[in-house]
Protein backbone atom coordinates (compact mmCIF):
# COMPACT_ATOMS: atom_id res chain seq x y z
CA UNK A 1 0.00 0.00 0.00
CA UNK A 2 0.88 3.29 -0.49
CA UNK A 3 2.54 6.01 2.16
CA UNK A 4 -0.16 8.05 3.01
CA UNK A 5 0.58 11.72 4.23
CA UNK A 6 -0.45 12.26 8.43
CA UNK A 7 -1.93 15.52 10.16
CA UNK A 8 -3.55 17.33 12.90
CA UNK A 9 -6.43 19.35 12.42
CA UNK A 10 -7.96 21.51 14.06
CA UNK A 11 -11.21 19.73 15.31
CA UNK A 12 -12.57 22.58 16.88
CA UNK A 13 -12.28 26.54 17.76
CA UNK A 14 -10.59 25.87 21.61
CA UNK A 15 -12.41 26.98 24.29
CA UNK A 16 -10.56 29.16 26.96
CA UNK A 17 -8.05 27.58 29.23
CA UNK A 18 -5.35 25.08 28.10
CA UNK A 19 -5.45 22.59 24.66
CA UNK A 20 -7.70 19.30 25.40
CA UNK A 21 -7.53 16.35 23.52
CA UNK A 22 -10.69 16.87 21.25
CA UNK A 23 -9.48 20.15 20.06
CA UNK A 24 -6.93 18.13 17.36
CA UNK A 25 -7.72 15.32 14.93
CA UNK A 26 -5.64 12.68 13.42
CA UNK A 27 -6.01 12.56 9.67
CA UNK A 28 -4.57 10.57 6.59
CA UNK A 29 -4.91 11.45 3.21
CA UNK A 30 -3.28 10.73 -0.17
CA UNK A 31 0.42 12.63 0.01
CA UNK A 32 -0.12 15.56 -2.42
CA UNK A 33 2.13 16.13 -5.78
CA UNK A 34 3.66 19.38 -6.74
CA UNK A 35 2.55 21.62 -9.22
CA UNK A 36 4.71 24.03 -11.04
CA UNK A 37 6.52 26.23 -8.48
CA UNK A 38 6.02 23.55 -5.98
CA UNK A 39 8.33 21.34 -4.45
CA UNK A 40 6.73 18.58 -1.71
CA UNK A 41 9.15 18.51 1.63
CA UNK A 42 8.98 15.83 3.74
CA UNK A 43 8.91 17.21 7.19
CA UNK A 44 11.44 15.92 10.14
CA UNK A 45 11.62 18.40 12.66
CA UNK A 46 8.16 20.25 13.86
CA UNK A 47 8.38 23.73 16.27
CA UNK A 48 5.87 24.04 18.85
CA UNK A 49 5.42 27.50 19.84
CA UNK A 50 2.94 29.41 22.64
CA UNK A 51 1.41 31.65 19.57
CA UNK A 52 0.02 28.64 17.90
CA UNK A 53 -2.61 28.62 20.84
CA UNK A 54 -3.39 32.63 20.30
CA UNK A 55 -3.83 31.62 16.49
CA UNK A 56 -6.24 28.41 17.33
CA UNK A 57 -7.74 29.94 20.00
CA UNK A 58 -8.23 33.49 18.34
CA UNK A 59 -9.48 31.96 15.14
CA UNK A 60 -6.94 32.55 13.05
CA UNK A 61 -6.94 28.84 12.19
CA UNK A 62 -9.89 27.75 10.84
CA UNK A 63 -11.71 24.27 11.95
CA UNK A 64 -10.31 21.58 9.31
CA UNK A 65 -7.36 22.98 8.68
CA UNK A 66 -3.84 21.13 8.95
CA UNK A 67 -2.29 22.77 12.30
CA UNK A 68 0.13 25.62 11.42
CA UNK A 69 3.73 25.15 12.68
CA UNK A 70 7.33 26.05 11.38
CA UNK A 71 9.45 23.32 10.08
CA UNK A 72 12.18 22.21 9.25
CA UNK A 73 11.82 19.38 6.33
CA UNK A 74 13.54 17.70 3.26
CA UNK A 75 12.57 18.86 -0.63
CA UNK A 76 11.49 15.07 -1.86
CA UNK A 77 10.25 16.72 -5.31
CA UNK A 78 10.93 19.96 -6.38
CA UNK A 79 9.30 22.40 -9.47
CA UNK A 80 10.47 25.22 -7.57
CA UNK A 81 13.36 27.11 -8.59
CA UNK A 82 16.43 26.76 -6.55
CA UNK A 83 15.45 23.88 -4.94
CA UNK A 84 16.20 20.19 -5.58
CA UNK A 85 15.55 16.89 -4.59
CA UNK A 86 17.73 16.21 -0.74
CA UNK A 87 17.66 20.11 0.04
CA UNK A 88 16.64 20.69 3.63
CA UNK A 89 14.72 23.57 3.88
CA UNK A 90 13.12 26.06 6.71
CA UNK A 91 9.31 26.30 5.93
CA UNK A 92 5.56 25.76 7.39
CA UNK A 93 4.43 22.12 6.49
CA UNK A 94 2.23 22.45 9.73
CA UNK A 95 1.59 19.30 11.91
CA UNK A 96 1.65 16.87 9.25
CA UNK A 97 4.43 14.86 8.07
CA UNK A 98 4.29 15.79 3.79
CA UNK A 99 3.52 19.21 2.76
CA UNK A 100 3.57 21.81 -0.64
CA UNK A 101 5.27 24.90 -0.38
CA UNK A 102 5.59 27.73 -3.38
CA UNK A 103 3.11 29.05 -6.01
CA UNK A 104 -0.48 29.04 -4.22
CA UNK A 105 0.49 27.95 -1.04
CA UNK A 106 -0.07 30.38 1.47
CA UNK A 107 2.45 31.33 3.81
CA UNK A 108 1.66 32.85 7.30
CA UNK A 109 3.44 36.02 7.11
CA UNK A 110 7.14 36.87 7.51
CA UNK A 111 7.55 33.05 6.91
CA UNK A 112 8.99 32.47 3.43
CA UNK A 113 11.11 29.32 2.91
CA UNK A 114 14.79 29.75 2.64
CA UNK A 115 17.50 26.89 2.09
CA UNK A 116 19.40 25.47 5.22
CA UNK A 117 23.08 24.53 4.97
CA UNK A 118 23.66 21.37 7.55
CA UNK A 119 27.31 22.45 7.90
CA UNK A 120 26.28 25.62 9.70
CA UNK A 121 24.59 24.19 12.68
CA UNK A 122 21.82 21.19 13.16
CA UNK A 123 19.18 21.55 10.71
CA UNK A 124 16.16 21.76 14.16
CA UNK A 125 18.33 24.97 14.95
CA UNK A 126 16.46 26.16 12.02
CA UNK A 127 13.51 26.18 14.38
CA UNK A 128 15.22 27.54 16.95
CA UNK A 129 18.67 29.47 17.76
CA UNK A 130 19.40 30.17 14.25
CA UNK A 131 15.85 30.56 13.56
CA UNK A 132 12.69 32.42 14.48
CA UNK A 133 13.47 32.13 18.37
CA UNK A 134 17.05 33.81 18.19
CA UNK A 135 16.03 36.09 16.14
CA UNK A 136 13.06 36.88 18.53
CA UNK A 137 15.91 37.50 21.37
CA UNK A 138 17.38 39.63 19.15
CA UNK A 139 15.21 41.58 18.38
CA UNK A 140 13.73 42.35 21.88
CA UNK A 141 16.83 42.42 23.49
CA UNK A 142 19.71 44.66 21.21
CA UNK A 143 17.24 46.70 18.86
CA UNK A 144 14.63 47.57 21.92
CA UNK A 145 16.38 47.76 24.95
CA UNK A 146 20.11 48.52 23.92
CA UNK A 147 22.05 46.79 26.60
CA UNK A 148 25.27 48.04 27.64
CA UNK A 149 27.69 46.25 29.25
CA UNK A 150 27.82 46.06 33.30
CA UNK A 151 23.78 46.18 33.24
CA UNK A 152 21.63 44.01 34.38
CA UNK A 153 19.58 41.96 32.42
CA UNK A 154 16.85 39.79 33.59
CA UNK A 155 14.93 37.03 31.47
CA UNK A 156 12.20 34.79 32.40
CA UNK A 157 11.34 31.32 31.02
CA UNK A 158 15.05 31.38 31.00
CA UNK A 159 15.93 28.05 29.79
CA UNK A 160 12.97 28.34 27.14
CA UNK A 161 13.91 28.23 23.39
CA UNK A 162 13.64 32.30 23.69
CA UNK A 163 14.98 32.80 26.75
CA UNK A 164 18.11 30.77 26.90
CA UNK A 165 18.92 32.69 23.58
CA UNK A 166 18.35 36.52 25.61
CA UNK A 167 20.60 35.60 28.29
CA UNK A 168 23.65 33.77 26.21
CA UNK A 169 23.49 37.44 23.53
CA UNK A 170 23.24 39.42 26.80
CA UNK A 171 26.63 37.88 28.58
CA UNK A 172 28.39 38.16 25.25
CA UNK A 173 27.78 42.11 24.96
CA UNK A 174 29.06 41.93 28.84
CA UNK A 175 26.00 42.32 31.14
CA UNK A 176 25.17 40.69 34.14
CA UNK A 177 22.27 38.36 33.50
CA UNK A 178 19.85 36.82 35.77
CA UNK A 179 17.15 34.37 34.69
CA UNK A 180 13.81 33.51 36.06
CA UNK A 181 12.67 29.99 35.75
CA UNK A 182 10.53 27.15 37.35
CA UNK A 183 11.50 23.69 38.08
CA UNK A 184 15.73 23.70 39.89
CA UNK A 185 16.93 21.63 37.04
CA UNK A 186 16.16 24.65 34.79
CA UNK A 187 17.64 26.99 36.85
CA UNK A 188 20.74 24.51 37.65
CA UNK A 189 21.30 24.48 33.50
CA UNK A 190 20.46 28.14 33.00
CA UNK A 191 24.02 28.78 35.72
CA UNK A 192 25.66 26.06 34.93
CA UNK A 193 25.26 25.09 31.17
CA UNK A 194 24.64 28.72 29.88
CA UNK A 195 26.63 30.62 32.12
CA UNK A 196 23.94 32.83 33.50
CA UNK A 197 25.40 35.14 36.48
CA UNK A 198 22.11 33.93 38.81
CA UNK A 199 18.93 32.24 38.37
CA UNK A 200 15.90 32.00 40.37
CA UNK A 201 13.02 30.23 40.75
CA UNK A 202 8.92 31.08 40.57
CA UNK A 203 8.36 28.45 42.13
CA UNK A 204 10.28 29.66 45.43
CA UNK A 205 7.98 30.75 48.17
CA UNK A 206 10.72 32.93 48.54
CA UNK A 207 10.74 34.06 45.01
CA UNK A 208 10.00 38.54 44.85
CA UNK A 209 13.18 37.96 48.07
CA UNK A 210 15.34 35.70 45.78
CA UNK A 211 15.18 37.69 43.35
CA UNK A 212 15.91 41.01 44.69
CA UNK A 213 19.10 39.24 46.35
CA UNK A 214 19.89 38.20 42.89
CA UNK A 215 19.69 42.02 41.38
CA UNK A 216 21.55 43.87 44.13
CA UNK A 217 22.23 46.52 41.59
CA UNK A 218 18.48 46.45 40.29
CA UNK A 219 17.45 45.83 37.09
CA UNK A 220 18.27 47.76 33.84
CA UNK A 221 16.34 45.25 30.80
CA UNK A 222 13.97 43.29 31.56
CA UNK A 223 13.29 40.80 28.69
CA UNK A 224 9.15 39.58 29.74
CA UNK A 225 7.80 35.76 28.18
CA UNK A 226 5.74 35.60 31.32
CA UNK A 227 3.85 38.42 32.97
CA UNK A 228 1.52 37.62 36.41
CA UNK A 229 3.12 37.27 39.44
CA UNK A 230 6.88 36.91 38.10
CA UNK A 231 6.15 40.51 36.50
CA UNK A 232 5.26 41.95 40.08
CA UNK A 233 8.73 40.87 41.87
CA UNK A 234 10.03 42.13 38.95
CA UNK A 235 8.35 45.80 39.32
CA UNK A 236 9.61 47.13 42.35
CA UNK A 237 13.36 46.32 41.49
CA UNK A 238 13.32 48.68 37.94
CA UNK A 239 16.12 51.35 38.00
CA UNK A 240 15.86 54.95 36.28
CA UNK A 241 15.78 54.70 32.59
CA UNK A 242 15.23 50.64 32.77
CA UNK A 243 14.09 48.88 29.78
CA UNK A 244 11.39 46.07 28.51
CA UNK A 245 10.63 44.00 25.54
CA UNK A 246 7.39 42.60 26.25
CA UNK A 247 7.70 39.32 24.53
CA UNK A 248 5.30 37.13 25.79
CA UNK A 249 3.23 36.64 28.43
CA UNK A 250 2.63 32.78 28.79
CA UNK A 251 1.09 32.42 32.30
CA UNK A 252 -2.03 33.86 31.18
CA UNK A 253 -2.00 31.65 27.54
CA UNK A 254 -4.49 29.83 29.72
CA UNK A 255 -6.81 32.06 31.30
CA UNK A 256 -10.72 31.38 31.16
CA UNK A 257 -11.69 34.74 32.50
CA UNK A 258 -11.65 36.96 29.55
CA UNK A 259 -9.57 39.94 30.82
CA UNK A 260 -7.33 41.66 28.26
CA UNK A 261 -3.73 40.23 29.67
CA UNK A 262 -1.70 43.19 27.67
CA UNK A 263 -3.68 45.80 29.42
CA UNK A 264 -3.85 44.40 32.71
CA UNK A 265 0.47 44.44 32.48
CA UNK A 266 0.46 47.79 31.12
CA UNK A 267 -1.84 49.02 34.45
CA UNK A 268 0.00 47.40 36.87
CA UNK A 269 3.42 48.44 35.22
CA UNK A 270 2.10 51.82 35.09
CA UNK A 271 2.60 53.41 38.37
CA UNK A 272 6.30 51.82 38.51
CA UNK A 273 7.30 53.22 34.80
CA UNK A 274 6.32 56.52 35.52
CA UNK A 275 8.00 57.11 38.63
CA UNK A 276 11.07 55.34 37.25
CA UNK A 277 10.97 56.63 33.62
CA UNK A 278 10.70 53.30 32.30
CA UNK A 279 10.33 52.37 28.68
CA UNK A 280 8.28 49.33 27.37
CA UNK A 281 7.74 47.76 23.89
CA UNK A 282 5.66 44.78 22.45
CA UNK A 283 7.58 42.71 20.50
CA UNK A 284 6.83 40.99 17.42
CA UNK A 285 9.29 39.47 15.59
CA UNK A 286 7.88 39.85 12.18
CA UNK A 287 8.67 43.49 12.19
CA UNK A 288 11.89 43.18 12.64
CA UNK A 289 12.59 39.98 9.58
CA UNK A 290 13.02 42.37 6.87
CA UNK A 291 15.43 44.53 8.71
CA UNK A 292 17.67 42.88 11.04
CA UNK A 293 17.66 38.29 9.89
CA UNK A 294 20.82 38.51 8.10
CA UNK A 295 22.70 40.52 10.44
CA UNK A 296 20.83 38.06 12.88
CA UNK A 297 21.98 34.94 11.01
CA UNK A 298 25.71 35.96 10.18
CA UNK A 299 26.09 36.90 13.69
CA UNK A 300 24.39 33.72 15.80
CA UNK A 301 26.20 31.39 12.94
CA UNK A 302 29.80 33.34 13.83
CA UNK A 303 28.64 33.05 17.98
CA UNK A 304 27.78 29.18 17.42
CA UNK A 305 31.05 28.68 15.15
CA UNK A 306 32.93 29.73 18.75
CA UNK A 307 31.16 27.99 20.60
CA UNK A 308 29.55 30.95 22.41
CA UNK A 309 25.71 29.73 22.32
CA UNK A 310 24.88 26.41 23.93
CA UNK A 311 21.06 25.62 23.73
CA UNK A 312 18.74 22.53 24.97
CA UNK A 313 15.77 21.39 22.78
CA UNK A 314 12.75 18.77 23.95
CA UNK A 315 12.73 16.66 21.48
CA UNK A 316 9.26 14.43 21.20
CA UNK A 317 9.72 11.59 18.64
CA UNK A 318 6.47 11.12 16.47
CA UNK A 319 3.83 13.45 15.29
CA UNK A 320 1.31 11.84 17.27
CA UNK A 321 2.86 13.36 20.26
CA UNK A 322 2.47 17.03 18.89
CA UNK A 323 -0.82 17.88 21.41
CA UNK A 324 0.50 16.59 24.51
CA UNK A 325 3.79 17.92 23.64
CA UNK A 326 2.23 21.46 22.98
CA UNK A 327 0.43 21.03 25.98
CA UNK A 328 3.20 20.46 28.13
CA UNK A 329 4.91 23.13 27.14
CA UNK A 330 2.70 25.60 27.86
CA UNK A 331 2.49 24.63 31.29
CA UNK A 332 6.35 24.47 31.48
CA UNK A 333 6.72 21.01 30.96
CA UNK A 334 8.94 21.18 28.46
CA UNK A 335 13.01 21.65 29.51
CA UNK A 336 14.33 23.78 26.08
CA UNK A 337 13.40 24.87 22.58
CA UNK A 338 9.96 22.47 22.46
CA UNK A 339 10.09 20.36 18.95
CA UNK A 340 8.49 17.13 17.03
CA UNK A 341 11.13 15.02 14.82
CA UNK A 342 8.19 14.26 12.71
CA UNK A 343 10.23 11.62 10.64
CA UNK A 344 14.30 10.81 10.19
CA UNK A 345 16.63 13.14 10.09
CA UNK A 346 19.38 11.71 7.55
CA UNK A 347 22.23 14.74 9.34
CA UNK A 348 22.19 13.26 12.47
CA UNK A 349 22.68 9.47 12.22
CA UNK A 350 22.72 8.76 16.08
CA UNK A 351 18.89 10.80 16.91
CA UNK A 352 17.58 6.94 17.39
CA UNK A 353 14.52 8.46 15.58
CA UNK A 354 11.08 6.22 16.77
CA UNK A 355 7.77 6.98 15.82
CA UNK A 356 5.78 6.41 19.05
CA UNK A 357 3.38 5.34 16.74
CA UNK A 358 5.19 2.97 15.22
N1 LIG B 1 6.72 38.50 20.40
C1 LIG B 1 7.11 37.58 19.54
O1 LIG B 1 7.25 37.83 18.35
C2 LIG B 1 7.39 36.20 20.07
C3 LIG B 1 8.03 35.24 19.28
C4 LIG B 1 8.32 34.00 19.85
C5 LIG B 1 7.98 33.74 21.18
N2 LIG B 1 7.32 34.70 21.89
C6 LIG B 1 7.00 34.51 23.32
O2 LIG B 1 8.19 34.17 23.99
C7 LIG B 1 7.88 33.46 25.18
C8 LIG B 1 8.74 32.21 25.26
O3 LIG B 1 8.43 31.37 24.15
P1 LIG B 1 9.24 30.02 23.89
O4 LIG B 1 8.81 29.51 22.58
O5 LIG B 1 10.67 30.25 24.14
O6 LIG B 1 8.62 29.06 24.99
P2 LIG B 1 9.37 28.32 26.20
O7 LIG B 1 9.98 29.38 27.06
O8 LIG B 1 10.25 27.28 25.65
O9 LIG B 1 8.16 27.59 26.95
C9 LIG B 1 7.26 28.30 27.74
C10 LIG B 1 7.80 28.43 29.20
O10 LIG B 1 7.02 29.39 29.88
C11 LIG B 1 7.13 29.15 31.25
N3 LIG B 1 5.83 29.27 31.91
C12 LIG B 1 4.66 28.70 31.53
N4 LIG B 1 3.69 29.01 32.40
C13 LIG B 1 4.26 29.82 33.33
C14 LIG B 1 3.77 30.48 34.49
N5 LIG B 1 2.49 30.39 34.86
N6 LIG B 1 4.64 31.24 35.21
C15 LIG B 1 5.93 31.34 34.87
N7 LIG B 1 6.46 30.73 33.77
C16 LIG B 1 5.62 29.98 33.02
C17 LIG B 1 7.67 27.72 31.43
O11 LIG B 1 8.99 27.79 31.91
P3 LIG B 1 9.33 27.57 33.49
O12 LIG B 1 9.10 26.11 33.75
O13 LIG B 1 10.74 27.97 33.59
O14 LIG B 1 8.38 28.42 34.26
C18 LIG B 1 7.64 27.17 30.02
O15 LIG B 1 8.69 26.26 29.80
C19 LIG B 1 6.38 33.18 25.12
O16 LIG B 1 5.71 34.15 25.90
C20 LIG B 1 6.04 33.38 23.65
O17 LIG B 1 4.70 33.72 23.44
C21 LIG B 1 7.03 35.92 21.36
Sequence with gaps: MAELNQHWTLARTPAEGLPTDGDFAWGESPIPSPGPGQ?????????????QWGRRRGGVEKVGEVCHGRTVSQVVESRMDGYVSGDYVFNTNGWQKYGLTG????????????????????????VGVLGMLGLTAYSGLVVQCDPRAGETVVVSAASGGVGQCVGQIAK???????????????????????GFDACVSHLSPTFAEDLRAACPDGIDVYFENVGGRVFEAVLPLLNKGSRISVCGLVSTYGRTDG???????????????????????????????AEYQDQFLEKMAGWMGAGRI??????????????EAFRAMLEGGNFGKTLVQVS?????QDAGFRPSGA
Design 172 to 194: ILGCRVVGIAGRQEKCDFVTGEL
Design 310 to 323: RYREDISAGLERAP
Design 39 to 51: MLTRTIYLSLDPY
Design 103 to 126: EGIPVFGYMFPRKIDPAVAPISTA
Design 344 to 348: EDPTR
Design 259 to 289: VDSREEWRAAGQPTFEHQGVTYKDLAVGQHV
